[in-house]
Nanobody, 115 residues
């Protein structure tokens, strides 16, 4: 069974930082493109950042220069370092990958940024 387990969410003041982690054992992690999505209340889920198996990254325009995605293949873990957080970054953040042609999602991590 594919399991993606997120951790690291929480409440932070505007301007602060958080780091999300997503552990994904048993999926041949090193060959997978991994991504972070987020969904704010009343809004559609949107791509925040992605990282390929060789470390190429892409970011939503809204987070460029503030967020950094990285991976540690030895730990089967992908990270999202979030700096200079804004209230509009408040959302549930989901880890994502494709396995067997199907999208797989973590349980979500709540990030709340107070003004």
């Amino acid at each position: 069974q594919v399991q993606l387990v997120e951790s690291g969410g929480g409440l932070v003041q505007a301007g602060g930082s958080l780091r999300l982690s997503c552990k994904a054992p048993g999926i041949l992690f090193s060959i997978r493109t991994m991504a972070w999505y987020r969904q704010a209340p009343g809004k559609q889920r949107e791509l925040v950042a992605g990282i390929t198996s060789v470390g190429s990254t892409n970011y939503a325009d809204s987070v460029k220069g503030r967020f950094t995605i990285s991976r540690d293949n030895a730990k089967s873990t992908v990270y999202l370092q979030m700096n200079s957080l804004k209230p509009e970054d408040t959302a549930v953040y989901y880890c994502n990958t494709d396995v067997g042609g199907l999208p797989r999602w973590g349980q979500g991590a709540q990030v709340t940024v107070s003004s």
